[in-house]
């Protein structure tokens, strides 16, 4: 192959490999309110592409999981899209980390990796 063809499939190679659409993302709504975390265990699957959509039905409450590195305030009428690592097998804890009243700490709720 002459050098000329062998860039042109190159650059070829590289046009078609940015092009590429990613995976499209499972949506799993999420709710908070005092003092529930709905649905109360998640479950993905390792390497899926995932986001939550987070809201709240009455005062502003956190989105957290420590152990992945996400503590998101998620205010009324402003939901809140929040993409997942899920590249590790296992079981998180999701908690409120904005304290919401006297039931706050019964607030939680778990990730399952499997």
Same mark, same amino acid.
């Given at each position: 192959?002459?050098?000329?063809?062998?860039?042109? #499939?190159?650059?070829?190679?590289?046009?078609? #490999?940015?092009?590429?659409?990613? #995976?499209?993302? =499972? @949506? %799993?709504? *999420? !709710?908070? =309110?005092?003092?529930?975390?709905?649905?109360? *265990?998640?479950? *993905?699957?390792?390497?899926?592409? *995932?986001?939550?959509?987070?809201? !709240?039905? $009455?005062?502003? @409450?956190?989105?957290? %999981?420590?152990?992945?590195?996400?503590?998101?305030?998620?205010?009324?009428?402003?939901?809140?899209? %929040?993409?997942?690592? !899920?590249?590790?097998?296992?079981?998180?804890?999701?908690?409120?980390? %904005?304290?919401?009243?006297?039931?706050? $700490? $019964?607030?939680? #709720?778990?990730?399952?990796?499997?």
């Amino acid at each position: 192959m002459k050098p000329i063809q062998c860039c042109l #499939a190159c650059v070829c190679l590289l046009f078609c #490999a940015c092009n590429q659409q990613p #995976a499209s993302a =499972r @949506h %799993i709504p *999420v !709710t908070m =309110r005092k003092y529930a975390i709905e649905p109360n *265990v998640i479950q *993905v699957k390792k390497g899926e592409n *995932v986001v939550l959509d987070v809201s !709240t039905r $009455d005062v502003e @409450h956190g989105f957290q %999981i420590e152990q992945l590195g996400i503590n998101e305030p998620i205010p009324p009428g402003k939901p809140a899209q %929040i993409p997942l690592k !899920t590249d590790a097998k296992g079981e998180y804890k999701i908690e409120c980390s %904005i304290i919401c009243g006297a039931g706050h $700490d $019964d607030m939680q #709720a778990k990730l399952v990796v499997q």
